[in-house]
């Protein structure tokens, strides 16, 4: 079965003890992506990669780190996490087709709360 | 990057025909338009795509006019389990972030 798994889905953690939260996809695919998301925020994009890599940050990379050294995985790395990077994250991955446009296929989501 | 705007929220009755209406402006020539389906606590699920006239699939239709300003996703006979935030995407180039903007949330009503 095609499908995006993160692991942990729940995680409390205390503030400043890195943590990372697998991402793992079985399509093959070479984007993918790392996304928070917050009420009244909606989904805000944190890193992307392109390949293995290749990856470039988002619309709210600051806290985070990630890496692509195999094409099936994307782990979201969390050096010191803070309060603040309390959410849901979701990763999503995609085909990149040949038209300029990308079906993402999204995890679970990871619900992480930081005290 | 291309805005995207959409009603914050939208009722509708089970049997009903929604229509969401998604104004993107700036579009660039290149750009797809792409609709999400979310549930709470859920991942979005990607719904339909198109670029320009009318994209249908086994789920919804997608309108779109000549000039691409804006879209409707049209959702025929909504049930219960069609309540969920729907967003309007517009992709942007190669690799750059996808932004998805706040959703419309539909409720749908027996």
């Known amino acids: 079965e095609a499908q995006v798994t993160q692991n942990p889905r729940y995680l409390i953690t205390v503030t400043g003890k890195k943590l990372t939260v697998t991402c793992s996809q079985n399509?093959?695919?070479?984007?993918m992506s790392w996304y928070r998301q917050d009420p009244g925020l909606g989904l805000r994009q944190i890193y992307y990669?392109?390949?293995?890599?290749?990856?470039d940050k988002g619309d709210v990379p600051e806290g985070y780190k990630v890496s692509r050294k195999e094409k099936r995985n994307f782990p979201l790395i969390l050096e010191s996490p803070s309060p603040n990077q309390t959410s849901l994250y979701f990763c999503?991955?995609?085909?990149?087709?040949?038209?300029?446009?990308?079906?993402?296929?999204f995890g679970p989501g990871t619900r992480l709360t930081v005290t | 990057l291309a805005k995207t705007t959409q009603p914050i929220s939208m009722d509708s009755y089970e049997g009903q025909e929604v229509n969401i209406t998604c104004s993107h402006n700036?579009?660039?020539?290149?750009?797809?338009i792409t609709w999400y389906q979310q549930f709470p606590s859920q991942g979005p699920r990607f719904i339909i795509q198109?670029?320009?006239t009318k994209v249908t699939n086994e789920v919804a239709s997608l309108f779109i006019p000549a000039d691409r300003k804006s879209s409707t996703l049209s959702l025929p006979r909504v049930s219960l389990s069609d309540t969920a935030v729907y967003y309007c995407?517009?992709?942007?180039?190669?690799?750059?972030?996808?932004?998805f903007g706040g959703g419309t949330r539909l409720m749908v009503k027996p």
């Open positions: 198109g670029y320009k």
């Open positions: 700036n579009i660039a020539t290149n750009d797809y």
């Open positions: 990669s392109m390949n293995v890599e290749v990856t």
């Open positions: 999503a991955s995609s085909s990149l087709g040949e038209a300029r446009s990308y079906e993402q296929y």
């Open positions: 995407l517009v992709d942007q180039n190669a690799g750059n972030m996808l932004t």
């Open positions: 399509m093959n695919h070479e984007y």
